[in-house]
T-cell receptor, first 111, second 113 residues
């Protein structure tokens, strides 16, 4: 079993839809949870990160962590064509540990 | 600020050839990383350097060597390239103790025939 799993998609939604992207993980020691966005043929860029459980909101993006279920989510409200990208979840145990990335979910937002 | 830069952008090698991928950052970060990205596998850590003068193996170090030349530069060397090393290689940097906020370069697309 991989340490971090994501549905690879592709996920295709109409513009304005609410998008839910999810990751599951097996290591209960993970405490830092990140979401990166990667446009085609570019390097990943950090969207947001959370520490431990709970929610974090940044504009149209909301990250949720449920440590009891070992499940994290990224919600995108009012999705835009510019949100079309691959979304990578990532996790680490401590602030000095290596980061483990999921394989990514490809999202297309259709105008 | 250029952020993280990588050279070359593309490279084709024959099996057995060697090459060095260059990475530099201008954000005064202590920590630097080399990843490879393959379809369905996500980003896998090859080597990382927590600070100038130190390097450590990641998840997939076999077939690679690294040099942390100074605080800015971190190079990745393939001594004898194999087709299994065909991949996209990303360099990243972060503040020490802040690996969750990594800044990535644009990547190097390497094909080994």
């Amino acid at each position: 079993q991989k340490e971090v799993e994501q549905d690879p998609g592709p996920l295709s939604v109409p513009e304005g839809a609410i998008v839910s992207l999810n990751c599951t993980y097996s290591n209960s020691a993970f405490q830092y949870f990140m979401w990166y966005r990667q446009y085609s043929r570019k390097g990943p860029e950090l969207l947001m990160y959370t520490y431990s459980s709970g929610n974090k909101e940044d504009g149209r993006f909301t990250a949720q962590v449920d440590k009891s279920s070992k499940y994290i989510s990224l919600f995108i409200r009012d999705s835009q064509p510019s949100d079309s990208a691959t979304y990578l979840c990532a996790m680490s145990e401590t602030s000095y540990d290596k980061v483990i990335f999921g394989p990514g979910t490809s999202l297309s937002v259709i105008p | 600020n250029a952020g993280v830069t990588q050279t070359p952008k593309f490279q084709v090698l024959k099996t057995g050839q060697s090459m060095t991928l260059q990475c530099a950052q201008d954000m005064n970060h202590n920590s630097m990383y080399w990843y490879r990205q393959d379809p369905g596998m996500g980003l896998r850590l090859i080597y990382y350097s927590a600070s100038e003068g130190t390097t450590d193996k990641g998840e997939v170090p076999n077939g690679y060597n690294v040099s942390r030349l100074n605080k800015r530069e971190f190079s990745l060397r393939l001594e004898s390239a194999a087709p299994s090393q065909t991949s996209v290689y990303f360099c990243a940097s972060s503040e020490r103790g802040n690996p969750y906020e990594q800044y990535f370069g644009p990547g190097t697309r390497l094909t080994v025939t």
